[in-house]
């Protein structure tokens, strides 16, 4: 169960981070990202952090390492733009949700498109 104050914690969360990663992590290695999600535990202490890379999910375990080493960073970042007693746990994850889809889309219109050359 979700509280609400959870939830807007997560917003919160998620909207600070993609600033953070797109203006203040100067890493290379962590490169492209864009934040999707972000869940926060009941008792917020710990934050799943789900993200995409512009490289694709070949890159993936080399991102979330990258976003792993600047963790510390970005909660004592967090910690001076959000007001909260504690600032939770990062943990990143890959999120290949978009890239399923796009796959998904292309079956599909590959089905559609062979349909279509053999008329009933």
Do not use: C, N
Not at 14 to 36: C, I, N, S
Not at 54 to 83: P, Y
């Amino acid at each position: 169960m979700k509280t609400q104050r959870a939830h807007r914690v997560a917003e919160e969360l998620q909207h600070e981070l993609a600033q953070l990663l797109r203006g203040e992590v100067k890493d290379p290695r962590v490169g492209m990202v864009t934040v999707t999600g972000v869940e926060v535990t009941p008792d917020m202490a710990h934050a799943r952090v789900h993200f995409t890379h512009l490289a694709g999910k070949a890159h993936a375990e080399e991102a979330v390492a990258a976003l792993s080493r600047t963790s510390g960073f970005l909660r004592t970042q967090l910690a001076h733009r959000l007001r909260l007693y504690t600032v939770p746990q990062l943990k990143f994850v890959y999120d290949d949700s978009i890239e399923s889809g796009m796959r998904l889309s292309q079956l599909i219109d590959e089905a559609v498109a062979e349909d279509r050359k053999h008329p009933k």
